[in-house]
């Protein structure tokens, strides 16, 4: 029986739209993309193999014409497709309206190749009936020009890849990978990184006060700082470069000193006003979202990645809870404008809805206004507790909902006023305090939501600061004056909202591909995360080296973002592909071009390029080795010219950490050199103490003639002990664990052990920690049976109480608390568990770094289940695949009888494989 098939991306999406269109459609997905150009040697087709760019699979001596394999485990589902095929009257590609989408719908044409049917393209930008019925009876054309964009992108990435990349196998180490963007954001958390390096702190201090307005004020008491003292402003801590010097020389720069004795003398002062000033405040909605500042905000606010934000963005689309999630746009549809305005009348009041809709138009540079904003999908909004949706879902549409009904509302009004306050020390300074303050009248769109920001420091759009209602020639009395000592900071290192951000501003890459770069440079090793910080590592520092030196261009930020414009031309049929791709890969008059850097690279010294010297004329390198970084220094004199000494760096240790003095604790204790103790009074083994992977331990030197089954004992350090006092009695005493306690009326017998996590005591396969390492020693055998004569709750010991609560968790919803573990302290809503970092104490951390911690625990996925002892491994069945040619069609990007394409003009053909 003939039916119209639509083709789309996701079966999600294929049975949402199926549901809609009704019996006379069928809805299929093509799960992602059904072809792309091959990932490796064993899926190039072999009638190219032997050509000089057959590893690149692009032609580059003719046009750049790609070609294209369609994967293994997708030939079946084209299979599937021709044959859906083969019973249509109509065929409709209805993947994503963006430049992937557009790419994708031909790749599903070129593949298919239908004949004699209608062919169209359908397009719509929320899964709604409405919506999806509106598309498929106004159908548009394959628009040729975003495919070509998209296919030039696609070209550019391989090409830049797979010419650079065996670069950095080759001087730097095997594995590595470099990327058009992937590189350059690395740079930018390593350029933040050198900021943070060559940063000095400068000390400063001020003078904060309490005054006092006086029993007729309803506001009385009120905080204000020091500004000027005999008219110079004191120096803050923006006043300050990255040298630790000051700006500018004309400010006043307290020390202790002078900040104490200028408090003592300001202990009996009267001040007065000498200044009032109030002006009116008016802040504006933020515009609704688009996908960078979704990606953002849900950082910032849900402690969301990038990724799992479009991943839950991507379920909600899907669902047909909100539009399109990938857009440059800040535009509503009129109808989605009424629908927000109705529905701040409904919950918030007529008062609350301005006399005419606001319009809002993206900053971003080629932004595609046609589309819309992300938004609740459909001509009349759900409330988040009208869509049943959970977890991830609920609080992602939630902040969607927010924020598109927040920017249909009045702005928020009110007024800041700033005081100056006026007296003379003890000592004759005419000294000034400041204060300001903030009171919002009226909160407008403040009562439907308030954007997060990236410096906790800063004060939210809603934050209100009251102060008495003061006039000029008042007198004030100070309650108290006291002086405050501060540091400057280094720059704060990126997060991924904020390196997202700094991508967007710089017009580098574009928002639908920045949840993978995120992705790429945490996973290949360049970056880590700690906290929420995103840290480069030392081997991030000799590829961005080795870039920065032999590709400048390649790698600079100002060339990166002209590429985006390029291939915005190209989308808007004003720039020709293969002529771009020629500049970028042949190069044309002063622009050297890919393919001549790689091919004149000359003599690159792998050693220099891995060699970082720490401090000034310390002497000390660090080097990016084949198995981590890792310091050195000559070693002492006596011990002859030549000879160096090294020490493993931590994997964890950030780089502007490393600095001269922590470099020589590394090295006066390196990872594997051992320390003798002495003869072990019993067996007369060599007793050694040495740093290992998990930390200090002693173990004795067995014999060279020992058997190849015996084993060294070994004995981890107390935690009240060092490497540098550990004595050989103490060492014995560890080398003697277990000890044996006792045994029990069952007779089963207990001892006492320090493990990895701690100290403990065991009884057959029941464990039980211990709270001190002297216990190890010290506990009796009543003490011991009474510890196992309570319940076991949870792991060895029993369940403890929480240590702190922090509130509700802002994904799962559920209460999260601090508990104490056998790992140590953990943070856990129930659902997931997440280690306290180093930096975090049961005291310090809030709430906000608990849903961090656990966000991060909850993006790694649950934990594998270790596999059952003794079950057997089904063998494989072996099979003998046959080779089959694949026959070469040509595929010409033009939609002939199928689609009219906007180009008129033949492209030349893509290779098919």
């Known amino acids: 029986m003939a039916h119209k098939l639509v083709i789309v991306e996701s079966p999600k999406k294929a049975q949402m739209i199926g549901g809609y269109l009704g019996s006379g459609y069928v809805v299929e997905s093509s799960i992602g993309h059904i072809r792309d150009l091959p990932n490796n040697a064993a899926d190039t087709p072999a009638k190219i193999k032997d050509k000089p760019w057959g590893r690149l699979a692009v032609d580059v001596d003719h046009d750049f014409e790609p070609y294209y394999v369609v994967p293994r485990d997708k030939k079946s589902h084209i299979a599937k497709l021709k044959k859906l095929l083969k019973d249509a009257d109509e065929l409709y590609l209805a993947t994503d309206e963006d430049r992937e989408g557009e790419a994708i719908a031909w790749h599903l044409l070129d593949e298919l190749d239908p004949k004699g049917i209608p062919v169209k393209r359908m397009v719509f930008h929320e899964i709604t009936k409405p919506a999806i019925l509106a598309a498929a009876e106004s159908p548009r054309e394959l628009d040729m020009h975003l495919v070509e964009a998209q296919e030039t992108r696609r070209i550019l990435d391989r090409l830049y890849g797979y010419e650079v990349s065996p670069v950095l196998w080759k001087k730097v180490m095997s594995g590595l990978s470099a990327g058009r963007v992937q590189s350059v954001a690395t740079r930018l958390v390593v350029d933040k990184e050198r900021e943070r390096m060559r940063f000095r702190v400068a000390s400063y201090w001020d003078l904060e006060g309490t005054f006092d307005a006086g029993s007729t004020h309803e506001q009385r008491m009120f905080p204000a700082k020091l500004h000027s003292v005999d008219g110079a402003r004191v120096a803050r801590g923006s006043d300050f470069g990255p040298d630790g010097q000051l700006k500018k020389s004309d400010l006043v720069h307290l020390d202790r000193s002078r900040a104490e004795a200028l408090a003592a003398a300001l202990e009996d002062t009267t001040y007065e006003v000498r200044s009032v000033e109030s002006k009116p405040y008016r802040r504006s909605p933020y515009a609704p979202f688009r996908t960078t500042t979704l990606q953002q905000e849900a ?107 927040a920017s249909q509302m009045k702005d928020a009004t009110g007024h800041t006023v700033s005081i100056r306050l006026g007296g003379a020390a003890a000592t004759g300074e005419d000294v000034v305090f400041g204060a300001s303050g903030r009171v919002i009248t009226f909160h407008g769109f403040l009562k439907a939501y308030v954007e997060g920001t990236d410096d906790a420091a800063s004060a939210r759009d809603d934050q209100e600061t009251r102060l008495p209602n003061l006039e000029q020639g008042e007198a004030i009395s100070a309650a108290s004056v006291t002086a405050a000592g501060h540091e400057t900071k280094p720059p704060a290192r990126y997060t991924e909202p904020t390196l997202i951000k700094e991508l967007e501003e710089r017009e580098i890459g574009r928002p639908s591909t920045y949840a993978s770069i995120m992705g790429t440079i945490v996973n290949r090793g360049y970056v880590y995360k700690k906290g929420s910080a995103l840290v480069p590592a030392w081997l991030a520092f000799s590829v961005v080296r080795l870039l920065e030196e032999h590709f400048p261009r390649q790698i600079s930020y100002e060339f990166t973002a002209l590429m985006e414009d390029v291939l915005d031309d190209i989308a808007g049929g004003r720039r020709d592909r293969k002529t771009e ?15 001549t850097l790689v091919n004149e690279l000359g003599d690159i010294d792998a050693k220099e390029l891995a060699t970082f010297p720490i401090g000034e004329d310390s002497g000390i390198v660090l080097r990016v080795g084949r198995y981590g970084p890792y310091v050195e220094a000559p070693g002492p004199e006596e011990e002859g010219d030549g000879a160096t000494v090294r020490a493993n760096v931590p994997d ?67 935690k009240s002990m060092t490497l540098d006092t550990v004595s050989l009695e103490e060492a014995v005493k560890l080398l003697s664990l277990p000890r044996v306690v006792g045994a029990g009326e069952d007779g089963e017998e207990i001892t006492a052990q320090n493990g990895r996590y701690g100290p403990y005591l065991k009884r057959g396969t029941d464990s039980r920690s211990l709270t001190s390492e002297d216990q190890i020693f010290d506990i009796t055998l009543d003490q011991a049976l009474a510890i196992y004569a309570q319940p076991k709750q949870r792991g060895r010991g029993a369940a403890t109480p929480p240590l702190k609560e922090l509130g509700n968790d802002p994904v799962s919803g559920q209460p999260i608390v601090v508990k104490a573990g056998r790992f140590g302290e953990y943070v856990t809503d129930g659902e997931y568990n997440a280690t306290l970092r180093k930096d975090d104490t049961v005291e310090s951390i809030t709430p906000e770094r608990a849903a961090e911690l656990l966000q991060e625990r909850r993006d790694k996925g649950p934990a594998k289940k270790a596999a059952k002892k003794g079950a057997k491994k089904a063998p494989a069945k072996k099979t003998t695949a046959k080779k089959t040619t694949a026959k070469k069609t040509t595929a010409k990007k033009t939609t002939a009888k199928k689609v009219t394409a906007k180009k008129t003009t033949t492209k030349a053909a893509a290779k098919k494989a």
């Open 299 to 405: 950082g910032r606010k849900l402690g969301m990645s990038s990724s799992v934000t479009m991943s839950v963005a991507q379920r909600l689309y899907e669902g047909g809870y909100i539009t399109y999630m990938r857009t440059d746009s800040t535009t509503l549809s009129s109808a989605a404008v009424e629908a927000a305005r109705d529905q701040v009348r409904e919950l918030y009041g007529a008062e609350y809805v301005p006399d005419s809709p606001r319009t809002y138009t993206s900053k971003v540079k080629n932004a595609q206004e046609a589309h819309e904003a992300i938004r609740p999908a459909g001509d009349s909004f759900r409330t988040p507790a009208q869509t049943g949706l959970t977890g991830e879902q609920f609080r992602l549409y939630e902040l969607i909902w927010m924020r598109t009904v």
């Open 581 to 595: 791709l020629g500049e970028f890969y042949y190069g044309s008059g002063d622009i050297e071009g890919l393919k």
């Open 652 to 718: 964890d240790l950030p780089p502007d950490e490393l600095t001269v003095a922590k470099a020589r604790e590394l090295l006066a204790n390196p990872a594997g050199e051992e320390q003798v103790l002495g003869e072990h009074p019993e067996t007369g083994l060599v007793v050694v103490a040495k740093n290992g992977r998990f930390g200090p331990y002693v173990t004795e030197q067995l014999p060279e003639d020992a058997p190849k089954s015996a084993k060294p004992r070994t004995g981890s350090l107390f």
